[in-house]
């Protein structure tokens, strides 16, 4: 883990420190980068510090399952949600006050919800001849085989009050999983450069408690070795709090998708757009950076957790392996913390208290 103790002395020094909306001044740098070679091998928990484990499974088994609430949070071992939920926050994350908030706990279409279920939308206009009929009745026959519903029109409007006979077009819409969708391309299409997903639904933007800063998953598998490589950016990283967490939770990602995949996770490429350091946790991080890494440990997922094998198309009575592919997908609703567990972590202790996240 000399990765992240190497960007940590980067970022925390003088000429970095930068005041910000927290109130909370922070070091900070633009554009930091970190490479895992082999989450396989040498899983990335730091071992500078004692990493929560068990909220990092929380959260990740939380939006495999599109949780939207830090009560179904906790109930999977995570409580890292209860802060942004429950206190108002600093602008523009006023979120006690944002009236799409439901109330206690809810922290809005966070992150999972996006990736297994985002609303996406088509507009078709009327057609207004032949030529723009035939084409029209060409894209309704797609994209309602490809799943899109009609649910509704736009209308022409005069002062805002719809005009008698004033359809103008109709509304399409599909729930995306673009997780899914990625397991569905690794295994059928590995090759491909497009087998990504990822959470910034502008959208969205004012309708969550905090907006997603590990905002892209792009997964590279390697058809040959049946190794699965992936490159993730956060656009923001608290590097003292946030990043250890993301960091093991980034690798856990690619160990759940390669086992149901039948990819062996291997290189993980993070990427960081705002990398900081807020001045409280000084005291803090300094105590970590007099730390020697220890060995890395490894992940044991649970052999219950199935894998993509052709030969067990028979068993799926389906040559395609399509409902193979399916029953997979299903379950990465159904992975639980308990089949999750480091083996061989012993990382140092340290005495000096873990800040307060700032929010």
Known sequence: MDQYKEL?????????????????????????AMIFPD?????????????A?????????????????????????CKVWDQNANEHGVTPNAWLSNPFRLGEDDVGPVYGKPWREWDGYKVLPNPTNMEEILRHKAIVE??????????????????????????????????????????RAI??????RRI???????ALLDQVALPSCHVLYHFLPDSYTKELNMVLYIRSNDLGLGAPFNMAEAALFMHIVGRLTGYQPKKLAYFIGDAHI???????????????????????????????DPA????????????????????????????????????????????????
């Not at 490809?146 to 599909?174: C, K, P, Q």
């Not at 295994?187 to 491909?192: C, L, N, R």
């Open 39 to 51: 989450v396989t091998k040498a899983f990335p928990a730091t071992t500078l510090k004692k990493l």
């Open 142 to 183: 797609k994209i309602a085989a490809d799943g899109w519903t009609l649910i509704g029109n736009t209308f022409h409007t005069a002062d805002g009050v719809h005009e008698e006979g004033s359809i103008s077009g109709e509304v399409w819409h599909r729930s995306i999983d673009q997780l899914g969708d990625c397991v």
């Open 278 to 308: 807020y001045e409280n946790q000084v005291e803090y991080l300094t105590e970590l950076l007099s730390n020697e890494p220890k060995e890395a440990p490894t992940l044991w997922i649970d052999p219950r957790i199935p894998t993509y």
């Open 312 to 359: 067990d198309n028979v068993k799926f009575m389906d040559e395609s392996g399509e409902a193979q592919i399916e029953h997979l997908i299903e379950w990465l609703e159904l992975i639980t913390p308990d089949d999750i567990k480091l083996v061989g972590y012993d990382p140092h202790l340290l005495s000096t208290p873990v800040p307060k996240m700032v929010v």
């Open 187 to 192: 295994i059928k299409a590995p090759d491909g």
């Open 53 to 77: 484990f068990n909220p990092v499974k929380g959260e990740t088994c939380g939006f495999l399952r599109a949780l939207t609430n830090a009560a179904d949070f906790r109930a999977l071992g």
């Open 8 to 32: 940590l002395k980067r970022v925390m020094v003088p000429e970095n420190l930068r005041p910000n909306r927290t109130g909370v001044a922070a070091y900070k740098t633009a554009g930091e």
């Open 196 to 202: 990504l997903f990822h959470g910034w639904d502008p």
